[in-house]
């Protein structure tokens, strides 16, 4: 049962991150996103996209994110389980 997933994604300018978070929350098991743009060349962006909630389905956050013409890069991090374990990063 998939709980956190982090995801790098490029996108069009439009939609906004803002749209595009309203449209992953709108899934029943998403409890919160969290996008930040890292990125920015003339048509495209880059951002980091992180989604939380129980049971997550990639493949339906997947095609919301392909609908609004972005597209996942890389699955970069991965919380599965009964609980979210949290590991400190080291640099």
Same mark, same amino acid.
């Given at each position: 049962m998939l709980r956190r997933l982090v995801l790098d994604v490029l996108k069009p300018h439009a939609p906004t991150i803002m749209d595009l978070a309203n449209e992953?929350?709108?899934l029943k098991s998403v409890d919160g996103v969290h996008i930040i /743009?890292?990125?920015r060349e003339t048509?495209?962006? =880059?951002?980091?996209? /992180?989604?939380?909630g129980k049971k997550l389905d990639f493949e339906?956050?997947?095609?919301?994110l392909e609908k609004m013409g972005a597209s996942v890069q890389s699955v970069d991090t991965v919380f599965a389980g009964k609980k979210i374990i949290e590991?400190?990063? =080291? =640099?």
């Open positions: 992953i929350c709108k /743009t890292y990125n048509k495209v962006e =880059s951002v980091r996209i /992180t989604i939380e339906k956050i997947n095609k919301i590991v400190p990063y =080291s =640099s």
